[in-house]
């Protein structure tokens, strides 16, 4: 008697574009159940997922007509299963170019001073920096949070970060001219400001007070960062201090696809200060 013969993929059930029925090919697509009580997008962004873990993508993410049509849905429901992709890191989506999984997302501790040049070089990141504006200038908002004059000198350093050739933040920061005029002279490609200002003025950054909040970039922070419209962001207010004299004020936009911050705690831990609600700056 003739053994059963094994029936060719694709009889029982949808054919994925691997050639293989969706239950036995991780990569392809599943059916989405249009009689379960869940969104059709939530279905979809839990099939996208499933084929993540199993190893798909990995070249290049499918565009939203093509995933239109592997699951027979509108264009609505696809963009809001990549909304959802976007915000929680897995997918990088920028202008002019396809969308591909983020393979690598930067983690950042709280609780600690850190320079972001030292921590992307130490996590393996190649770090880069397009320096936008490196000069004198007069800010009286800077000046206040640096307990000046309003009208009192200062030094501005204003970069595009990129990690890995990608676009991570856009950092502006405020020094006082007296302590910073050498810096002037810097170039800040692949170096850091708190290194510079330790070798050239003999100022060294020990302490401060940082404030993370959601934010929406401006139109100019979007188009710098690589973001799409009304895509949200992380916003970051510093003060660095030498010793007790605020010496440094610093704006970061940091892309929130891209970025993660990491705190450790213990039953021993100082308690949290939580701030009263206030608008994000604008940087």
């Known amino acids: 008697m003739m053994p059963p013969q094994p029936e060719p993929p694709g009889v029982?059930?949808?054919?994925?574009?691997?050639?293989?029925?969706?239950?036995h090919a991780p990569y392809g697509p599943r059916p989405l159940d249009r009689g379960n009580p869940l969104p059709l997008w939530a279905q979809?962004?839990?099939?996208?997922?499933?084929?993540?873990?199993?190893?798909?993508?990995?070249e290049e993410f499918p565009a939203e007509h093509r995933l239109t049509g592997e699951y027979?849905?509108?264009?609505?429901?696809?963009r809001e299963a990549l909304r959802?992709?976007?915000a929680d890191g897995l997918v990088i989506a920028e202008r002019g170019r396809a969308s591909r999984?983020?393979?690598r997302r930067i983690q950042q501790p709280l609780g600690s001073l850190y320079s972001l040049f030292r921590d992307l070089e130490a996590q393996g990141v190649e770090q880069r920096s397009e320096v936008l504006r490196l000069e004198r200038t007069a800010d009286a908002t800077a000046a206040g949070h640096l307990g000046l004059v309003p009208d009192a000198p200062?030094?501005?350093?204003?970069?595009?970060?990129?990690?890995?050739?990608?676009?991570?933040?856009?950092?502006t920061a405020y020094l006082p001219a007296d302590l910073a005029e050498p810096l002037l002279a810097t170039d800040f490609?692949?170096?850091?400001?708190?290194?510079?200002l330790s070798r050239r003025c003999g100022?060294?950054?020990?302490?401060g007070r940082e404030r993370i909040a959601p934010f929406l970039p401006d139109i100019r922070q979007a188009w710098l960062l690589g973001l799409a419209d009304r895509e949200a962001a992380f916003a970051i207010e510093r003060v660095g201090r030498a010793g007790e004299r605020p010496v440094e004020w610093r704006e970061t936009v940091v892309r929130g696809d891209r970025f993660a911050f990491v705190a450790e705690w213990s039953d021993v831990s100082r308690a949290v200060a939580l701030a009263p609600r206030a608008a994000a700056p604008s940087a």
């Open 84 to 86: 959802k992709l976007r």
């Open 154 to 171: 200062l030094v501005v350093l204003e970069r595009l970060r990129l990690a890995d050739g990608e676009p991570l933040a856009h950092d």
């Open 12 to 23: 029982h059930g949808r054919m994925s574009p691997h050639g293989a029925d969706g239950d």
């Open 101 to 103: 999984l983020d393979a």
């Open 189 to 196: 490609g692949h170096t850091s400001l708190y290194g510079e």
């Open 203 to 207: 100022v060294k950054v020990n302490g």
């Open 72 to 78: 027979e849905v509108s264009r609505h429901t696809v």
């Open 44 to 58: 979809l962004l839990a099939d996208l997922r499933r084929r993540m873990e199993a190893g798909a993508f990995t």
